[in-house]
């Protein structure tokens, strides 16, 4: 099947292309198609550009179950350390009365002290546990929502251009969306123009170019652009002019250095 031709099929390529789960020959099938091919390279870079910005949530980590069996275990040796200990001669009555209250007064303070320790520290493991918890449930909520946000923030992508120097090596991808009346161009190649000089964008309708704005020297630019400007247009071109570029009645001035077809991403 040539999946060139076939929209659906090749929206689902280009995102497993993305998504690096287009693996072994198909993968370099469809490399190999998109070296020759213009629409299959502008998708894949669409959906490139779609998920480069997406980040991982981190999974919560629960705490161990063991903490609460060495702090048993503990509780529990030193019972029976307690209990162990020699026994001396049976003193007298009296003195064994004595001995059997303290002791008890004894045991009832340290059992005392060792429920305050435990109390302590399942107090602070819990306190650190939804304090862990808590952070992590807030992060989560904040990446969700900055995850939530860049989707909205997704553009409706429905023109896309890929434009080449004479060499067929991609420079410029071109992509408009026409609720938000932009054109955002972003370079992909390694020209870098001078400082007295700028590149300005083309529309090439059949009737003549028309000037469609000057780019920055920012990597990626958004310009302006109304429905009807990019509607029916074939193609789209750039051309190295003076600084602040040229009044778009006459069309280029200095030597176009990338174009490209215009391409309806509805088709």
């Known amino acids: 099947m040539n999946f060139a031709h076939n929209p659906e099929l090749l929206d689902q390529l280009a995102a497993s292309y993305a998504l690096g789960t287009l693996r072994g020959g198909a993968r370099r099938r469809f490399e190999a198609v998109a070296r020759e091919n213009v629409t299959?390279?502008?998708?894949?870079?669409?959906?490139?550009?779609?998920?480069?910005?997406?980040?991982?949530?981190?999974?919560?980590?629960?705490?161990?179950?063991?903490?609460?069996?060495?702090?048993?275990?503990?509780?529990?040796?030193?019972?029976?350390?307690?209990?162990?200990?020699?026994?001396?001669?049976a003193p007298s009555p009296l003195l064994e009365k004595l001995r059997r209250a303290l002791a008890f007064w004894r045991g009832a303070a340290w059992a005392g002290a060792v429920a305050s320790v435990v109390a302590i520290v399942v107090s602070f493991r819990i306190g650190g546990q939804l304090d862990t918890q808590g952070a992590q449930l807030a992060e989560a909520a904040q990446k969700n929502a900055a995850l939530l946000a860049q989707l909205q923030a997704t553009p409706d992508i429905q023109y896309v251009a890929v434009l080449s120097d004479d060499k067929a090596v991609a420079s410029v991808l071109v992509t408009f969306d026409p609720k938000k009346q932009t054109l955002m161009l972003k370079r992909v190649g390694d020209y870098h123009e001078a400082d007295d000089r700028s590149l300005q964008l083309w529309a090439l309708p059949k009737d003549g170019p028309k000037s469609l704005g000057v780019l920055g020297g920012e990597k990626?630019?958004?310009?302006?652009?109304?429905?009807?400007?990019?509607?029916?247009?074939?193609?789209?071109?750039?051309?190295?002019e003076p600084k602040g570029g040229v009044p778009g009645e006459g069309g280029p001035t200095g030597p176009v250095l990338f174009k490209g077809a215009l391409i309806s991403t509805s088709l």
């Open 220 to 240: 990626l630019v958004r310009l302006a652009a109304s429905d009807s400007a990019v509607r029916e247009v074939p193609a789209l071109a750039i051309s190295l």
């Open 40 to 89: 299959v390279r502008a998708q894949a870079l669409i959906w490139q550009e779609r998920l480069a910005s997406l980040t991982e949530l981190q999974p919560s980590e629960a705490p161990s179950a063991n903490v609460w069996k060495r702090i048993a275990n503990a509780v529990e040796n030193q019972r029976q350390a307690a209990a162990a200990a020699p026994v001396a001669a």
